[in-house]
């Protein structure tokens, strides 16, 4: 669905990605980890276009979509979500989803809206609320709503379970595998919680340092015997 090639990237003179090339395939999960200050975020922004890229290219389907920009990614189909900011928080809920589907006609925008809402049915207590009256976890719910609201084909997720209570990041974890068994959708997680994501995942990259230092199936990293020292960033 998507990869790069030779991505070199990073915030104008801060170089922080460094000639990488990954894959996103097409209905999976695919976990991106490493130590803190690794690059896992800036790959994230870097596909959707948030960063200086200095070489390389990213592609989506096959057509290379390096120099479009971010709202065009948008509706291409792909959603960026990241660990904060990702709702409007002096809206309520309701106006969050309207937002989210602008460019739809008003029969396509009821029906995106319902399937959202049938995705999370939680969020049919709070349509008149405003968002930043939720919870953390809440508005993680409203966040991924939105990106169904746009028909994302890919949901790129940055740290969604930080700050939340372990029973409320078990069930992010749970809707992220329905999100993809029950829409297709392909997956591109960073998450703190290194195991679980590995868990629900079929592949993997690890960063260090701006490099992919491991690429393969997920189960492979979970059961290398140097885990814990390559998750760290230490590298032998």
Do not use: W
């Not at 999100?179 to 195991?195: G, P, S, W």
């Amino acid at each position: 669905m998507i990869h790069t090639e030779n991505l070199s990237a990073g915030y104008r003179e801060v170089h922080v990605l460094f000639d990488i090339n990954a894959k996103i395939k097409r209905g999976g999960i695919t976990t991106i980890v490493g130590p803190n200050g690794s690059g896992k975020s800036t790959l994230l922004k870097s596909i959707f276009g948030l960063t200086t890229v200095y070489s390389g290219n990213v592609y989506f389907k096959g057509e290379d979509i390096t120099t479009i920009p971010s709202h065009h990614r948008t509706r291409l189909g792909i959603a960026y979500l990241p660990q904060v900011d990702n709702v409007f928080t002096n809206l309520t809920v309701e106006e969050n989803l309207k937002i989210a589907g602008y460019t739809l006609n008003g029969d396509e925008y009821v029906e995106r809206r319902e399937v959202a809402l049938n995705a999370f049915p939680e969020l049919n207590d709070f349509l008149n609320r405003k968002a930043g009256t939720l919870s953390g976890g809440e508005r993680q719910f409203l966040a991924i709503a939105t990106a169904l609201v746009r028909r994302a084909e890919v949901l790129m997720l940055d740290e969604p379970t930080a700050q939340l209570s372990p029973k409320f990041a078990e069930i992010i974890f749970d809707k992220v595998l329905e999100l993809r068994d029950d829409f297709n959708l392909t997956i591109a997680l960073v998450e703190q919680n290194v195991r679980r994501a590995l868990e629900i995942s079929e592949r993997a990259y690890l960063l260090v340092s701006g490099r992919v230092v491991f690429e393969g199936k997920a189960q492979e990293l979970l059961e290398h015997e140097k885990f814990e020292k390559l998750c760290m960033g230490i590298v032998e």
